[in-house]
């Protein structure tokens, strides 16, 4: 049977008991776990929190995780598990988990590589979980916890940071997966900010932004503003300016608070 959606399945215990500790699991938690596969992550979870929802995308996958064909490799799960089959991306994450008032919801997966920023721009979308964390490609990990001035540092560092605190845990080498995947992994998490640095309704036009300035690194801010803003010379200088930013800077060594001061200054 071929590998199902490019999945790498993580069996190590050790490893997966760390991934559980980095979501502090307690006995009331609500946790939605994304891309369970073969339910590994999933068994070593479940009997330390309240319950789990877990969506898989894959249909044979939820089939064997859901009883069919079980056997040794697929112990049924926990009681206090439920499986549903469906898109991450497309699924509402509060609707699955019937979160109450009163509830607060943890996020925890195995991320696929190719729809990693998808998720972590979906799981960082208010309401937002009380912490989430992800198994992902290192390299995406060191580019969302960078700090200013890194060659890692960019618009996903600036994105993330400016609504949540990021840490990059610790790192899962290729060979701990099977099959192997080409790269090394690396356990991120996200605990979203009490007080954000931008509110929900600015959050797309402040990504453009940020994305805009990135696009032109190499450039001094004010150049790089008059385009993204289109500014004159004096009116970008001002901004600049007024955030409170060296006028000789580049992008990449602006901590995402002043971007978001220079964003604030802008005229709507």
Same mark, same amino acid.
């Given at each position: 049977?071929?590998?199902? &959606?490019?999945?790498?399945?993580?069996?190590?215990?050790?490893?997966?008991? #760390?991934?559980?500790?980095?979501?502090?699991?307690?006995?009331?938690?609500?946790?939605?776990?994304?891309?369970?596969?073969? $339910?590994?992550?999933? #068994?070593?979870?479940?009997?330390?929190?309240?319950?789990?929802?877990?969506?898989?995308?894959?249909?044979?996958? =939820?089939?064997?995780?859901?009883?069919?064909?079980?056997?040794?490799?697929?112990?049924?799960?926990?009681?206090?598990?439920?499986?549903?089959? $469906?898109?991450?991306?497309?699924?509402?994450?509060?609707?699955?988990?019937?979160?109450?008032?009163?509830?607060? &919801?943890?996020?925890?997966?195995?991320?696929?590589?190719?729809?990693?920023?998808?998720?972590?721009?979906?799981?960082?979308?208010?309401?937002?979980?009380?912490?989430?964390?992800?198994?992902?490609?290192?390299?995406?990990?060191? !580019? *969302?916890?960078?700090?200013?001035?890194?060659?890692?540092?960019?618009?996903?560092? =600036?994105?993330?940071?400016?609504?949540?605190?990021?840490? !990059?845990?610790?790192?899962?080498?290729?060979?701990?997966?099977?099959?192997?995947?080409?790269?090394?992994?690396? *356990?991120?998490?996200?605990?979203?900010?009490? $007080?954000?640095?931008? $509110?929900?309704?600015?959050?797309?036009?402040?990504?453009?932004?940020?994305?805009?300035?990135?696009?032109?690194?190499?450039?001094?801010?004010?150049?790089?503003?008059?385009?993204?803003?289109? &500014?004159?010379?004096?009116?970008?200088?001002?901004?600049?300016?007024?955030?409170?930013?060296?006028?000789?800077?580049?992008?990449?060594?602006?901590?995402?608070?002043?971007?978001?001061?220079?964003?604030?200054?802008?005229?709507?």
């Amino acid at each position: 049977m071929p590998r199902p &959606l490019g999945q790498h399945f993580l069996r190590d215990p050790a490893i997966l008991d #760390r991934i559980v500790d980095a979501l502090d699991p307690r006995p009331d938690d609500i946790v939605l776990e994304i891309g369970p596969g073969e $339910g590994t992550l999933t #068994r070593r979870l479940a009997p330390r929190v309240g319950r789990v929802v877990a969506i898989e995308k894959d249909r044979r996958l =939820v089939e064997k995780l859901g009883g069919a064909g079980s056997g040794e490799r697929y112990p049924p799960l926990p009681r206090n598990v439920t499986v549903l089959e $469906g898109d991450a991306l497309d699924l509402d994450w509060h609707r699955s988990t019937q979160l109450t008032a009163h509830s607060a &919801l943890k996020v925890i997966g195995n991320i696929p590589y190719q729809i990693t920023s998808p998720l972590i721009e979906k799981a960082l979308d208010p309401p937002v979980p009380a912490v989430i964390v992800f198994l992902v490609q290192k390299e995406v990990a060191d !580019r *969302v916890t960078a700090a200013p001035g890194s060659k890692a540092y960019g618009a996903l560092s =600036v994105g993330v940071q400016s609504v949540a605190r990021a840490e !990059r845990l610790f790192t899962v080498k290729a060979g701990a997966f099977s099959p192997p995947p080409k790269v090394d992994s690396a *356990v991120l998490r996200l605990t979203p900010l009490a $007080g954000p640095l931008v $509110g929900e309704a600015e959050r797309a036009p402040f990504r453009a932004f940020v994305v805009g300035l990135f696009g032109q690194r190499r450039k001094q801010l004010g150049r790089s503003l008059r385009d993204v803003a289109s &500014l004159d010379r004096e009116a970008a200088a001002r901004m600049i300016e007024g955030a409170g930013i060296d006028a000789g800077a580049r992008v990449e060594a602006v901590a995402p608070p002043g971007l978001v001061r220079l964003f604030h200054t802008i005229p709507r």
